[in-house]
């Protein structure tokens, strides 16, 4: 998560450290028109829903509701490979690059409920490397917005074998689904696992078990 330090810059420097502390980038710029026309359809489905939406509690929901959708959804406005090439470095180095443990927030769009896992994600170079803390943000990027976890898993595979062109991409998701657990079925244990590979991890079972073996 150090990376984040790295975008932060200026006189609201003080206030987003803190931010920073608490684990999240706080991010401000939201489109008032976009902000205002969401919050007009939150406060109906207050009311559909029964609630008073003028009562204390509620007077401020629309909007926050507003904000945390487009928080949510931000990818849409962000280029994956875009992100990787703009720290690209060439490197004779051709073993496996693994980032483990990498932290997935994202949104089912079946339901507009979270999933909430890990990811991890390997390539072997073949004569370039990007910035490890891309790696992260490329997993953020295609996360924050409405996924299905299928569709993660190879948006992500496919965004480095595009930048990179690396020999091999290996892409594990393991996460819980919050449709599942809180309504439906209600199995608030289970976990889906994803996987996508490409060249090597595809072709050589060693190489790829070698990555099983690591993420384990
Ligand atoms: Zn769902």
Known sequence: MTNYFVYFCGRNRQRQQKDFKMGYKRQDNYDAQTTAAIASHVEEILRLLGEDP???????????????????????????IAIVQSAMFDEKYQQM??????????????????????????????????????????????????????????E???????????????????????CMVLRGVEKSNSVTTTSAFSG????????RNEFLNLIR
């Open 54 to 80: 003028q009562r204390e509690g509620l007077v401020k929901t629309p909007e926050r509701v507003a904000k945390s959708l487009q928080f949510l959804t931000k990818g849409y406005d962000e280029d994956g």
């Open 97 to 154: 690059v693994l980032v483990k443990d990498i932290e997935l927030y994202s949104t089912c769009e079946h339901h507009m409920l979270p999933f909430l896992g890990k990811c991890h994600v390997a390539y072997i170079p073949n004569g370039k490397i990007t910035g490890l803390s891309k790696i992260a943000r490329v997993v953020e990027t295609f996360a924050r917005r409405l996924q299905v976890q299928e569709r993660l898993t190879v």
């Open 156 to 178: 992500i595979r496919d965004c480095l074998q595009e930048a990179l062109n690396p020999l091999g991409v290996a892409v594990v998701i393991e996460a819980t689904h919050s």
């Open 200 to 207: 090597v991890f595809l072709k050589d079972a060693r190489t």
